[in-house]
């Protein structure tokens, strides 16, 4: 069983920048493959960003790519996702999830556990 903890979100500006926080309980955190996913109000959630358990192999949705950055320390079973350059289309809740695997998925079916969300809203 995992836990996640999402922290890190709020509000801020066209431009600025959020670092948000995935904090996960378990002896085996450098086992799971982690993603990042959103959810606008009245859309579906989306694929933000995708991270292997060691951190080697990564993948971003377009929409995000070169301005959002995943890592992951497996010491603090905690992964991160950088935010920079934020546009309002960003606003939405941020979720983490957790799958056991070596593989990286980028859709949601995969993923068996998920955080509570963490709200972003960016304003123009």
């Known amino acids: 069983q995992v836990q996640l903890v ?3 979100g709020g509000l801020v500006q066209a431009g600025g920048s959020l670092r948000l926080s995935c904090s996960a ?15 606008a109000p009245g859309k579906e959630r989306e694929f933000v960003a995708a991270i292997n ?3 080697s192999i990564t993948f971003y949705a377009d929409a995000v790519k070169g301005r ?4 992951r320390d ?11 350059s934020l546009k309002p289309e ?4 941020y979720y983490c999830a957790a799958r056991a ?13 998920w955080g509570q969300g963490t709200q972003v809203t960016v304003s123009s």
């Open 6 to 8: 999402e922290s890190g």
């Open 25 to 39: 309980t378990g002896r085996t955190f450098s086992s799971y493959a982690m993603g990042w996913f959103r959810q």
């Open 53 to 55: 358990w060691s951190g």
């Open 68 to 71: 959002f950055t995943i890592s």
């Open 74 to 84: 497996n010491a603090k079973n905690t992964v991160y996702l950088q935010m920079n």
């Open 90 to 93: 960003d606003t939405a809740v």
């Open 101 to 113: 695997s070596a593989a990286v998925f980028t859709t949601t079916a995969p993923y068996n556990y």
